[in-house]
Every structure is written in C-alpha cells, then in structure tokens.
C-alpha cells in the first residue's frame, strides 16, 4: 500500500469511527473526545509532513508507527508495538528458535566478538570461529553500533543472505562471508551439572540454569533431569537467575513435571476481576514430583520464572534462595494488523495458588542470599570465559557464587535429616 492509500485509509477509518459515534446520543461524550484528539493527530501529522526539516524521516508509515510505539510504551512498561520485521522475530524467540546465522556476540575490549557458534548453525558451516571479530555487517562498520543494531543487522527473514567482514583472532588474517539466514534451535538451558556435596554419603545435586521459557523448554528440562536422575542425583537446583520469562504455558508444563496430578500453578484476572482462569497440571504426577528441589532466583527473575518459583514455592515443593524476584506478573495479548504489525498489551494478571499477586511484589524466596554488583556481572561473565580481559578474568576466577552454596547446603542438610 502506497504511503498516499494509507494515509487515506486511516483517516477514513477514524471518521468513519467518529462520525458513526457522533450521531450516537448515548455515545456523544465518547464519539466527541475521540473526534477531537482524531483531528489533534491528524493536525500535529500534517505540520510536522510539512515543516521538519528532514523529510526522509517523515513518510506517513514511520511517523503513525513511532504514535503507535509512544501509545503503547505510555501503558505500563510491558506494552509494545512491533513493526512487520519485529513480529516474525518475536515469534520466532517464543518458540525458542531464532532466525538468523547461529551465533553469540559479546563485545570483547570494545570489539564485538564471536563467543560461540552452535553447531551447525548457518555461521558454523560458512566457516565462522569462536573468536572472530566483527567488523563489519552489510558494509556497516559494527564500531560505534548498540547491541539492538548489531542484532536488527544479523537478524531477519531466512533465506536472506548476511555479509560478515571479519577479523580472525590471533592473526591479521581478514574474512568477508556471506552466509545465509536460517532457522536456528536455540537451548534454554545455559549450563547443566552435577555438584558432589560432601555428605550424606557424597550424594549428587544436579544444577540447570535455565535461560527462558518458551515451546520446548519443559521438554529440555525432562531430559536433563532424567540424565541426572539415572547418574544418581538426589536431588535438583533449577537456577532461574537473570531468567526473563516466557511463554505462561511452558512455564505450567515446566512446574508440571515437580507437582503432583490436577495442581494449580497459577490463575489469572483480568479487567476488575473478570475472567478467572485457573491454570492446573495435568491429572497425573510429575516425574520429579518426588526428589527434593531448590530454586535459585535474584530480583532479573521475572514473568514466566515467577509462575514457576510460585507454584512451586507455595506448594511446598521447592525451597527458593536468593533475592525477591523483579515482580513481572501480568498477560500481554497479541494482537496481529492487517500489515504484518503488531500490538502486545496487558490485559491480565497473575496469581500464585495461595493468590498472591505477582505484579509489582515478586516471590520473596526462603532463604535470603544476594549478589553484590560485581557479583552479578561475574556470574554473566563466566559464559564467555575464554574471551575476557585480564579486569574481567581477576573478577571470574574470584568469583563465589554464594546463593548456590547456599541452596547446596540446604538439601544437603534435607537429604541428612530424611
């Protein structure tokens, strides 16, 4: 649609809307706020169209979806507008996939750098090591750009083609690549473990840390656990630190597999109460509804992490350590445009199953064990080891992850005293 169709289409749309509410007497307050904040915008669209000075930034699209963003951000911190090309990445993310080249970026003394590429993954197979330096994407010099560029350059449709200007690490050897765009499988699971305590009888803790939660991560999560189970685990840690959420169902299927048949994991109200939905696992045991558990959380733990840590906690099923959670607990509802746009909005909260409200509160965990801000940055800084400087590396190797230890010594003194 020309940029001279939409705008005519719009306008017609929101006269249609106020006229038809105009002549409508019950209506009239409504149908005359609506018409006059209508011709406020259409007004504001028009002197800005002719005046600014820059009229590639002006085009009816860009400046109607910037109104859009702006709408949406003034609601609550949760709301959003996704353009086209934002929409079909963010359903690719909830389904824990991503479509892209396959590879993890870090700035590394100022200089994004390749720390891993899955295997593979379209980037693995054009030849891309771990340690390479990014220069350039497109014929854009990645000096000078934010994250969200760099990632908005790798990222889009499959089948597109990406050109990388790489510098190989350890040699002035320069690569320029292209390689094209696939779907990748990413793991919500980050590291996977098992920690030896030193009683009772040397028993086995195993440790997952798990990143998110979207369409396949209760499955990871099974199998994980099972490897453990039959390595002689006797118990679990699942670390939802710095964990952002997900999808609500995955997190029900996730606390499904530790709680007994027909439990509730979390409800949910919408506007003033309304539409009450109880959301429940499956009329059958989990299978690790047995083995004793923790929970590790800090206060990056959020939304679907939060569900999980609730349910759990409330049933007494999982002792939770660490720092109360961020307190992300309410629905956003999709709502695709007829373009390929989107709007996600709240439209709901959640409770946990003693209704406790999320939003706002988090779960406060059993037992209290922080991080300090260096910390934090070095528990994040262990996933790219390899690719530290020496500031970063002195942080790592110092590093005690006491909200760990903690949770270790708390089923080590549950295993002793059963």
């Known amino acids: 649609m020309k940029h001279g169709q939409f705008f005519r289409a719009w306008m017609g749309l929101q006269l249609l809307l106020g006229g038809t509410l105009l002549f409508s007497l019950a209506a009239a307050p409504v149908a005359n706020d609506l018409a006059e904040a209508t011709l406020l915008f259409s007004r504001v669209l028009q002197i800005v169209r002719q005046d600014y000075v820059d009229p590639e930034k002006t085009n009816y699209r860009d400046l109607i979806y910037a109104s859009l963003r702006g709408m949406l951000r003034t609601l609550d ?51 891309v090591r771990a340690g390479d330096q990014i220069t350039a994407v497109n014929d854009v010099p990645t000096r000078g750009l934010t994250f969200d560029k760099l990632g908005r350059l790798l990222s889009g449709e499959p089948g597109q083609m990406v050109k990388l200007d790489l510098l190989r690490a350890g040699s002035s050897q320069r690569l320029q690549l292209s390689i094209k765009r696939e779907i990748v499988h990413t793991s919500s699971i980050r590291d996977a473990r098992l920690i ?18 979207v369409a396949h991560t209760a499955d990871e999560i099974g199998r994980k656990l099972e490897e453990f189970k039959q390595a002689g685990a006797s118990a679990f840690i699942l670390d939802l630190r710095f964990n952002p959420g997900g999808l609500v169902r995955s997190a029900v299927d996730t606390s499904a597999l530790f ?26 045991d989990g299978p690790f509804a047995v083995l004793p558990m923790a929970i590790l959380v800090n206060g990056e733990t959020a939304s679907a992490a939060e569900i999980v840590t609730g349910a759990l ?41 003693r209704h406790n409200a999320i939003e706002q509160r988090g779960i406060v965990p059993n037992i209290m064990a922080t991080f300090s801000l260096d910390e ?26 006491e909200p760990l230890d903690r949770a270790v010594d708390a089923l080590r003194a549950y295993l002793a005293y059963k």
């Open 313 to 353: 906690k409330d049933a007494n099923r999982a002792v939770v350590v660490g720092e109360t959670t961020f307190g992300k607990g309410v629905i956003q509802s999709e709502v695709p445009l007829p373009d390929g746009a989107a709007i996600k909005f709240t439209t709901a909260e959640y409770f946990t199953p």
């Open 196 to 213: 030896s305590t030193e009683t009772p009888a040397a028993a086995k803790v195993g440790y997952l840390r798990v990143t998110e939660f």
């Open 376 to 401: 934090a940055r070095a528990f994040l800084l262990q996933d790219r080891r390899a690719y530290l400087n020496a500031e970063e590396k002195a942080l790592v190797d110092h590093f005690k992850d």
């Open 259 to 284: 709680l007994p048949g027909k439990t509730l994991v979390v409800a949910t109200e919408g506007r003033s109460g309304s539409n009450r939905q109880d959301l429940s696992t499956p009329d059958r």
């Open 77 to 127: 911190p949760h709301c959003e507008f996704f353009d086209p090309e934002g929409y079909k990445q963010e359903k690719y993310e909830s389904e824990g996939e991503t479509s892209g080249l396959g590879i993890v970026v870090a700035q590394v003394s100022g200089v994004f750098t390749v720390v891993s590429s899955m295997d593979n993954a379209p980037a693995t197979q054009a030849g």
